[in-house]
């Protein structure tokens, strides 16, 4: 097979042709049409308009309201720091690939490190983001007590704090009403209750993690409180807080553990 065909087969003809129209642009000083960049790289125009579009969306060229294009300065590629939760949770996953995925739409860096459900690793994972001089730090770490020392390395870099699901001092909060989520599960499970056992129930179990503070444990305050609204003749002894930590192994082990000693 001759050389040139073998190089042929690595191009990728979208990206040279978007190329072609960088060129064009930046060898112009005023600014162009649409008409003018088809005329001269004789790339269609559904492509070149494609291409043009592309590169307005992703800051490279700006569009003025007479629909001429012309290239701007390159700003700086912004950097975001995303501290999981853990890699071995699912939720915790699922969240890290809706932040990459939204920070590949918007042509965001993204810099992730993984907590480990560990407090002192947050800590550590903080001073890498400062170090690392990210503009934005989103941070999904659940201990309530260490929030602060995060939250106060973040703020002495004068780096922005997103806070995912557990409050941190001096952060935008992304989260749900905890106990408004409660009530309404707390709600649902009495409905399922009423419509199953015909609200015959032994014991109401709320599974959590206290180490994620009070605002988190308002989770299951509420679910209890959704439940005693349509079963109010459950006595307090029916409602059994337990420690999960917040994941699948230690949740089970601490009900077989109540199971047995209820025996």
């Known amino acids: 097979m001759p050389k040139t065909k073998i190089k042929r087969l690595y191009l990728i003809p979208?990206?040279?042709?978007?190329?072609?129209?960088?060129e064009l642009?930046?060898?112009n000083n005023a600014p162009v049409t649409l008409e003018d960049v088809y005329q001269k790289t004789q790339i269609?125009?559904?492509?070149?308009?494609?291409i043009l579009k592309?590169?307005?969306?992703?800051?490279y060229v700006a569009q003025a309201q007479n629909g001429t294009y012309r290239l701007v300065s390159r700003p700086r590629r912004l950097r975001f720091g995303f501290a999981a939760q853990s890699a071995e949770m699912p939720f915790s996953i699922a969240?890290?690939?809706?932040?990459?995925?939204?920070?590949?739409?918007?042509?965001v860096e993204l810099l992730i490190l993984d907590n480990r459900y560990d407090p002192d690793v947050a800590i550590k994972n903080a001073e890498e983001f400062v170090a690392k001089r990210v503009d934005l730090v989103l941070e999904f770490q659940v201990e309530e007590h260490v929030a602060p020392r995060v939250a106060h390395i973040f703020k002495q870099a004068d780096i922005p704090l997103i806070a995912i699901d557990v409050p941190h001092p001096n952060a935008t909060y992304f989260g749900v009403d905890n106990f408004e989520v409660g009530y309404?599960?707390?709600?649902?499970l009495a409905q399922y209750a009423l419509r199953k056992w015909k609200g015959k129930v032994d014991w109401v179990l709320g599974v959590g993690f206290p180490e994620a503070g009070s605002f988190v444990q308002s989770r299951i305050t509420g679910a209890f409180d959704g439940i005693r609204s349509r079963l109010p003749d459950l006595t307090p002894d029916r409602f059994i807080q337990l420690d999960g930590r917040g994941m699948r192994q230690p949740s089970q082990q601490a009900i077989s553990d109540l199971l047995r000693s209820r025996r």
């Not at 979208?14 to 190329?19: H, N």
């Not at 269609?44 to 494609?50: A, D, E, L, P």
């Not at 969240?95 to 042509?107: E, M």
């Open 184 to 188: 309404e599960a707390g709600s649902l």
């Open 54 to 59: 592309t590169l307005v969306h992703r800051g």
């Open 95 to 107: 969240v890290a690939q809706s932040i990459t995925a939204a920070a590949a739409a918007s042509g």
């Open 14 to 22: 979208i990206l040279s042709k978007a190329l072609d129209v960088l």
């Open 44 to 50: 269609s125009k559904t492509s070149v308009y494609r």
């Open 25 to 27: 642009l930046e060898q």
